[in-house]
């Protein structure tokens, strides 16, 4: 079994931790594919520089502990479930914002 929360990562790559989903109730019908286009809020648990073409790395502006937003195929393939959580590891560019 993977540990993602000691896993470093490297070349632009961000470890995120899914918040929990709320559960909505109610006689509301929401379709699949609403579900499947929504945007996550996470936890950034850790993130690494990127290269850029001249061989300089970049900072991402992300640290450890950061609340973000992304879409909910970001990291598509790259999830991983451990006590009922998701963690992703995704590109530093498919996050979309940060909760200041």
Do not use: C
Not at 49 to 55: A, D, I, K, Q, R
Not at 71 to 100: F, K, M, P, Q
């Amino acid at each position: 079994m993977i540990d993602l929360t000691i896993v470093r990562p490297i070349n632009g790559q961000v470890v995120v931790l899914d918040d929990a989903k709320e559960e909505k109730k109610g006689a509301l019908y929401i379709p699949q594919t609403a579900e499947e286009a929504r945007l996550v809020r996470g936890t950034v648990m850790a993130e690494s520089p990127f290269l850029l073409e001249n061989g300089e790395y970049k900072p991402t502006g992300l640290a450890a502990g950061n609340a973000v937003v992304y879409s909910n195929h970001a990291g598509a393939g790259n999830t991983h479930e451990a006590d009922g959580r998701i963690y992703r590891i995704i590109r530093w560019n498919e996050i979309l914002g940060v909760e200041e």
